[in-house]
């Protein structure tokens, strides 16, 4: 799957860059994601994962899915 075609399931995503990336999945823990995926930012009660999207995109993820704008 590419992001053009999880903008079809989600149209209300702000989508930017290269929409024609393939996505090898989904990971909300920076720690565990792998080339290929998309990294979901989640800010909960006591941790809030915005933080540690650097190490994401260290770590491989081509793509973030964020709560608020964030600046990379």
Do not use: W
């Not at 800010?43 to 933080?51: I, L, R, V, W, Y």
Request: proline share 1%; charged share 25%.
């Amino acid at each position: 799957m590419n992001a053009s075609q999880i903008k079809i399931f989600y149209p209300e995503l702000n989508i930017s860059g290269d929409t024609n990336v393939e996505v090898s999945g989904i990971e909300i823990d920076s720690r565990k994601v792998k080339a290929g995926n998309i990294f979901v930012a989640i800010k909960g009660e006591n941790f809030d994962s915005h933080t540690k999207i650097d190490e994401a995109l260290n770590n491989g993820a081509i793509g973030v899915v964020t709560e608020r704008d964030v600046s990379i």
